[in-house]
């Protein structure tokens, strides 16, 4: 018997936003830093998360 433990990065501490929740707030259409905040009903505290997810919106971006 196998156990897979996925171990999902918090983005942002202050929120507890993860990474899926970031890519999901994107493929949503979310487009702003701050925005992903929004789309899950908080709003940026200390910005420590700010430039990790404008790398995730930029990466995104390319992709299409």
């Not at 918090?10 to 994107?26: D, F, L, M, P, S």
């Not at 979310?30 to 997810?53: A, L, M, N, Q, T």
């Amino acid at each position: 018997l196998i156990f897979l433990i996925v171990f999902e990065m918090y983005v942002c501490a202050c929120n507890g936003i993860r990474q899926n929740q970031v890519k999901e707030a994107i493929e949503a259409g979310v487009s702003r830093w701050d925005k992903v905040h929004e789309f899950y009903g908080c709003s940026p505290c200390c910005g420590k998360c700010k430039e990790e997810i404008e790398l995730s919106i930029a990466q995104r971006q390319l992709l299409t």
